[in-house]
């Protein structure tokens, strides 16, 4: 079972920035595609990016294109998710997923395909 543990959260001011981090307990690491997802209240999980076992390969969401960068580091079995420029509208819970996948698969926008999940850390923008 592929445990995964987020962290990173917090409240911020809009324009702030903020670094997720996802670590993950597996040991064929770079066989893992890792999705962020969030939820806000009432609303939806939603897609923020993913990132190939590789890094060859990511995916962001239009609302965050060019604000937020996802990063791995496979070595130390994690995942970052970098954030800046934040809008209220990013205040939500985060999630970090993974999808068992070749290196070089890949990703998925769908959080139908993650088979593990995170807990979430809150992220919380304040204008």
């Known amino acids: 079972q592929v445990q995964l543990v987020e962290s990173g959260g917090g409240m911020v001011q809009a324009g702030d920035s903020l670094r997720l981090s996802c670590v993950v307990s597996a040991r064929t690491f770079s066989w893992y595609v890792i999705g962020w997802f969030r939820q806000a209240a009432g609303k939806e999980r939603e897609f923020v990016a993913a990132?190939?076992?590789?890094?060859?390969?990511?995916s962001y969401a239009d609302s965050v294109q060019g604000r937020f960068s996802v990063s791995r580091d496979n070595i130390k079995n994690t995942v970052h998710l970098q954030m800046d420029n934040l809008k209220p509208e990013d205040a939500a819970i985060y999630y970090c997923a993974a999808r068992f996948r070749a290196p070089n698969a890949a990703v998925s926008t769908n959080h139908r395909a993650y088979e593990s999940w995170g807990q979430g850390t809150q992220v919380t923008v304040s204008s």
């Open positions: 990132i190939s076992g590789n890094s060859e390969s990511t």
